[in-house]
């Protein structure tokens, strides 16, 4: 039943790699290869670590190839909330980290030469009718507090979906995620990085010489350990659902759309995805706590979509899958509980940017630079390692 668009093709094969099948010794083990853990692997390699990543399954075959692939920062708990939990100074780091990683992944579009179809996009945030706008206002305030540009309309581009007023949130990003860890992958192992898939990793101990034991009997020791497994424990997990309609080449414009319910909608345009190169539109939302698949709200949100979007043809993929969520909007990023350990979990519906974030921040710590972003995220990764294999 369920079939996600970002599919399997040859210029995706680098995604599946050989098992690790003897020991070994590097510098750096990253166990999970998502967007957390590559980023991770790479910046390391970067700085001429030698970096093994081991992952079950293939690279980007956890929640990074179920994501909808909004890059964006503004933050899905609003800055206005952020502001209470973590104040002014919280706010700033958030907005500016966030901001900085959209723009660190295009720049190595770049530098990598990957071809992902990146796109700088405006994003939407809109209430459910009937609600009025004092919430706009008061996001508005707290995003510009943050530091970033935002503007009040009286509606989004959407021809035929009135959704009253919104914000206006210019720059940020979209993509396709599988081909983007396909880039970096490629360029991590340009940089002498060794990626193992199927790759179970059973044990995962830090200290002073950290090692890794696979499912097969394979150790591997180093110097440091990165678990960037993306484990909901500790945190709240919720379901959320997608689905991708074909629509008329150029009948929405590509940019990102959500709403403000808890159950939350997001909307995307990817220009010629479909087979037949019409657009996709790519709808998600429905968000259920709880890690429990409920199928039926793939129909709930294929008829919110209809309702709003009269254009969108048959539904040629859906698919759902888990965000782990940190209580404070925040991320676990950060050294683990034992020495030598380091842990990224819990990105929420940021966790493309928190994990770019975790692949810099990462790097800092384990070359012993001092990192601004610390005191804001490394506290959220203390106490988390190998309860997280
Ligand atoms: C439907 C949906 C839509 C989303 N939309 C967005 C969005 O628009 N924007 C956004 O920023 N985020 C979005 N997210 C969230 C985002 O996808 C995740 O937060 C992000 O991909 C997490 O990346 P990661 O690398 O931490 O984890 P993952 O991609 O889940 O990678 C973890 C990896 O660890 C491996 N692993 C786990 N345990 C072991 C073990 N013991 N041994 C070996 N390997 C192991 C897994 O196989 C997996 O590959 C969405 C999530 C979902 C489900």
Same mark, same amino acid.
């Given at each position: 039943?369920?079939?996600?668009?970002?599919?399997?093709?040859?210029?995706?094969? *680098?995604?599946?790699?050989?098992?690790?099948?003897?020991?070994?010794?590097?510098?750096?083990?990253?166990?999970?290869?998502?967007?957390?853990?590559?980023?991770?692997?790479?910046?390391?390699?970067?700085?001429?670590?030698?970096?093994?990543?081991?992952?079950?399954?293939?690279?980007?075959?956890?929640?990074?190839?179920?994501?909808?692939?909004?890059?964006?920062? =503004?933050? %899905?708990?609003?800055?206005?909330?952020?502001?209470?939990?973590?104040?002014?100074?919280?706010?700033?780091?958030?907005?500016?980290?966030?901001?900085?990683?959209?723009?660190?992944?295009?720049?190595?579009?770049?530098?990598?030469?990957?071809?992902?179809?990146?796109?700088?996009?405006?994003?939407?945030?809109?209430?459910?009718?009937?609600?009025?706008?004092?919430?706009?206002?008061?996001?508005?305030?707290?995003?510009? /507090?943050?530091?970033?540009?935002?503007?009040?309309?009286?509606?989004?581009?959407?021809?035929?979906?009135?959704?009253?007023?919104?914000? /206006?949130? @210019?720059?940020?990003?979209?993509?396709?995620?599988?081909?983007?860890?396909?880039?970096?992958?490629? =360029?991590?192992?340009?940089?002498?990085?060794?990626?193992?898939?199927?790759?179970?990793?059973?044990?995962?101990?830090?200290?002073?010489?950290?090692?890794?034991?696979?499912?097969?009997?394979?150790?591997?020791?180093?110097?440091?350990?990165?678990?960037?497994?993306?484990? @909901?424990?500790?945190?709240?997990?919720?379901?959320?659902?997608?689905? =991708?309609?074909?629509?008329?080449?150029?009948?929405?414009?590509?940019?990102?759309?959500?709403?403000?319910?808890?159950?939350?909608?997001?909307?995307?345009?990817?220009?010629?995805?479909?087979?037949?190169?019409?657009?996709?539109?790519?709808?998600?939302?429905?968000? /259920?706590?709880?890690?429990?698949?409920? @199928?039926?709200?793939?129909?709930?949100?294929?008829?919110?979509?209809?309702?709003?979007?009269?254009?969108?043809?048959?539904?040629?993929?859906?698919?759902?899958?888990? *965000? =782990?969520?940190?209580?404070?909007?925040?991320?676990?990023?950060?050294?683990?509980? %034992? %020495?030598?350990?380091?842990?990224?979990?819990?990105?929420?519906?940021?966790?493309?940017?928190?994990?770019?974030?975790?692949?810099?921040?990462?790097?800092?710590?384990?070359?012993? /630079? @001092?990192?601004?972003?610390?005191?804001?995220?490394?506290?959220?990764?203390?106490?988390?390692?190998?309860?997280?294999?």
């Amino acid at each position: 039943m369920f079939s996600c668009w970002y599919g399997d093709s040859d210029e995706l094969s *680098v995604l599946h790699q050989l098992p690790l099948v003897r020991d070994a010794r590097c510098d750096v083990v990253v166990v999970g290869a998502g967007m957390a853990g590559l980023s991770v692997a790479y910046f390391l390699a970067r700085e001429g670590r030698s970096v093994m990543v081991l992952d079950d399954g293939p690279v980007g075959g956890g929640m990074t190839g179920l994501s909808s692939a909004h890059l964006s920062y =503004a933050l %899905e708990d609003g800055y206005a909330r952020l502001e209470v939990l973590h104040g002014l100074e919280g706010i700033r780091t958030a907005a500016a980290s966030h901001r900085a990683a959209v723009a660190m992944i295009e720049q190595l579009t770049v530098r990598e030469s990957i071809d992902c179809q990146f796109l700088r996009v405006d994003g939407f945030l809109f209430n459910p009718p009937g609600q009025g706008s004092a919430n706009l206002e008061v996001e508005r305030e707290a995003a510009l /507090r943050a530091g970033i540009e935002v503007e009040f309309c009286q509606s989004s581009p959407l021809l035929n979906f009135e959704t009253g007023p919104c914000l /206006r949130f @210019p720059n940020q990003g979209q993509f396709h995620p599988l081909r983007y860890l396909a880039g970096l992958t490629r =360029a991590f192992l340009r940089l002498g990085g060794k990626v193992h898939t199927q790759s179970h990793v059973k044990r995962a101990s830090g200290g002073a010489i950290p090692f890794v034991e696979t499912e097969r009997g394979c150790r591997v020791d180093c110097s440091h350990l990165v678990l960037a497994t993306n484990s @909901p424990r500790r945190g709240v997990t919720y379901s959320s659902y997608v689905i =991708a309609l074909r629509i008329p080449p150029g009948s929405v414009r590509p940019a990102l759309y959500w709403d403000s319910l808890p159950n939350y909608h997001y909307v995307r345009v990817a220009p010629g995805g479909a087979t037949d190169g019409s657009d996709l539109l790519i709808v998600g939302g429905e968000d /259920r706590r709880g890690g429990q698949a409920h @199928p039926q709200l793939f129909s709930t949100l294929e008829k919110w979509t209809r309702k709003r979007f009269a254009m969108a043809g048959r539904v040629d993929y859906l698919w759902s899958g888990q *965000v =782990a969520r940190c209580s404070d909007g925040s991320a676990w990023i950060g050294p683990g509980e %034992e %020495e030598n350990s380091f842990v990224v979990s819990g990105g929420s519906g940021h966790g493309l940017t928190h994990g770019t974030i975790a692949g810099q921040l990462i790097t800092d710590l384990v070359c012993g /630079r @001092p990192q601004p972003l610390g005191a804001l995220l490394c506290a959220q990764g203390s106490g988390y390692s190998s309860s997280l294999i």
